[in-house]
């Protein structure tokens, strides 16, 4: 089914206890291969989510059964292990523990690499803060290395999100498969509930109960600065990895811009990195994509670890455009040209600016009735690429759509906003987006960006999500502009009150005003040379 070759060898699982620094012991299961063969190195992958389906058939039975030791263990606090589950936190010593132990074990093959998704993402990067030398490789799936750049980054608290993966966590090992399976079932629509209450606080804790102590405190420290944040934090491994990674992610996953972050850092120092990123969510990286990131991770385990002289990648990069297919790029982003889109009075967008004077647009947010979340990046099962159309029709969101395109338009990089911009409330919200509207006027989310001010300005510049998508000819680009994207993100109450306490609202109106206010695109033609027919910026 995913287009793998076929297996070489049977394997046995047997469960093994990793003892840790502080005397607790970690379980995992040990993969191991039959064949008389010589093995073609260790995995070592750690996570929270359990030792079973699907992440024994993802991270485990498929290497094993090519010839590869697996251990796949539940992090500390969690399916069976030791101590208590402090997200994040402990996975750089425990990590480091877990290889102290490995090299003990008689089986061991003297090198070995890591591998998995998400948070197995997250624990490989602790890992690399202080590289074991018997690492040779990893293959990182849409795994953060700044906890705090995931859920502050933009400002505001990634709510549906951090909410959501907390309530999964705080219910994974609750017992009855059925009723867990019905309680998943309703868990979007509780976090949802819980989310829109306030204060946000005492909301969460009344979802959560006791299972989820972590989450109030998330709430508590908005500044990524704090101190708070730096055990979840591994910025520092993208200055000491050296060994070869893989690097995969979706355009619609949360994390897309944390994985591009890392290639360019890696890609800087020299280290040879790969990077692959399809039309995928977080959740569809297991799923529609699954095949691709399989193929590939083996690939690369058995070009980098076994040593074998088998396919290499014809290119660093590998990227699907969106309108397009795949294409093999020598580095991201490709060579791009700057090209302006202006918004005009009466929802325009065209490559020339109106006048200075002209009446600017306004809107009204209101946090009792904030601005919905429809589609993007989120864990949610609702996210990816949605029919906005209804987010057009809002009376809280402006809408620009410029003409229709008479020739096919690849933008790569990411897309800027800047918003000639003024408001009678100091505390708010900017959400934009970038769509797509087809000939039949339906609309499509490209790609988004959020920003809560922290001072009154009258300039305003948001950073999109990283794309690479062509807009075909025959289609219109639009352009929306709104104070929230709830419950993606907790709403500003325009009080300026504590998130984790506040209470009080206080609804604020945007003026948007014309002639500097316009969207920047990198532009660049189908293979990565930059597009002679846009307009310099």
Not at 181 to 206: K, N, S
Not at 379 to 389: A, E
């Amino acid at each position: 089914m995913l287009g793998l070759p076929p297996a070489t060898t049977g394997y046995t699982v047997r469960r093994v206890r990793v003892p840790m620094r502080d005397g607790i012991e970690l379980l995992a299961d040990h993969y191991a291969p039959t064949s008389a063969g010589t093995p073609g190195g260790t995995l070592l992958v750690r996570g929270p989510y359990g030792r079973g389906f699907p992440f024994s058939v993802v991270f485990a039975d498929l290497y094993a059964a090519h010839g590869y030791h697996v251990v796949l263990q539940s992090v500390r606090g969690t399916f069976g292990s030791g101590g208590v589950f402090e997200p994040m936190r402990n996975e750089a010593a425990d990590g480091a523990d877990t290889v102290v132990w490995l090299r003990e074990q008689p089986w061991f093959t003297g090198r070995f690499a890591t591998i998995g998704i998400s948070y197995l993402g997250f624990t490989q990067w602790a890992l690399l803060t202080d590289p074991p030398p018997e690492l040779a490789a990893a293959v990182i799936t849409a795994g953060p290395h700044d906890f705090s750049l995931s859920s502050w980054g933009t400002g505001s608290f990634a709510v549906s999100d951090f909410l959501g993966w907390s309530d999964l966590i705080a219910h994974q090992e609750d017992p009855g498969r059925l009723r867990a399976a019905i309680r998943q079932l309703r868990a979007p629509q509780q976090v949802t509930r819980a989310a829109g209450e306030l204060p946000m606080g005492a909301a969460g804790r009344a979802l959560l109960g006791t299972g989820a102590p972590w989450y109030e405190s998330w709430l508590e420290h908005p500044d990524r600065d704090d101190p708070f944040w730096d055990p979840l934090k591994f910025d520092d491994a993208l200055e000491r990895v050296q060994v070869p990674v893989l690097l995969v992610g979706g355009w619609q996953d949360l994390f897309i811009n944390q994985t591009i972050e890392q290639y360019r850092r890696l890609r800087e120092r020299g280290v040879d990195v790969a990077l692959t990123v399809g039309p995928w969510t977080h959740t569809q990286l297991l799923t529609k994509g699954l095949s691709t990131v399989t193929r590939e991770s083996l690939d690369w385990l058995d070009t980098h670890l076994r040593g074998a002289p088998g396919p290499r990648r014809r290119s660093p990069v590998r990227v699907f455009v969106t309108g397009a297919g795949w294409a093999h790029l020598p580095d991201w982003p490709p060579a791009t040209t700057q090209y302006a889109l202006y918004l005009h009075p009466g929802g325009g967008l065209a490559e020339t600016p109106p006048p200075a004077t002209s009446p600017p647009a306004t809107f009204r947010y209101d946090p009792t009735d904030p601005t919905p979340t429809i589609g993007g990046p989120l864990l949610s099962p609702v996210g990816g690429y949605r029919n906005d159309t209804r987010l057009a029709r809002r009376d809280d969101v402006l809408t620009f759509t410029g003409a229709v395109l008479t020739d096919d338009l690849d933008v790569r990089g990411n897309p800027v906003i800047e918003l000639a911009h003024t408001s009678d409330n100091p505390h708010l919200d900017v959400f934009v987006r970038v769509s797509q509207l087809d000939a039949r006027g339906r609309s499509v989310n490209v790609s988004d960006g959020y920003r809560r001010l922290a001072e009154p300005t009258d300039r305003i510049r948001v950073r999109l999500d990283a794309i690479a998508h062509r807009f075909t000819a025959g289609s219109r680009i639009r352009v929306l502009v709104a104070g929230g994207c709830h419950p993606r993100y907790a709403r500003n109450l325009g009080t300026g009150e504590p998130m984790v306490s506040g209470v009080r609202v206080q609804p604020v109106t945007h003026v948007v005003h014309f002639g500097a206010s316009r969207l920047l695109l990198p532009v660049a033609s189908s293979d990565g040379v930059a597009h002679p027919g846009g307009d310099p910026a």
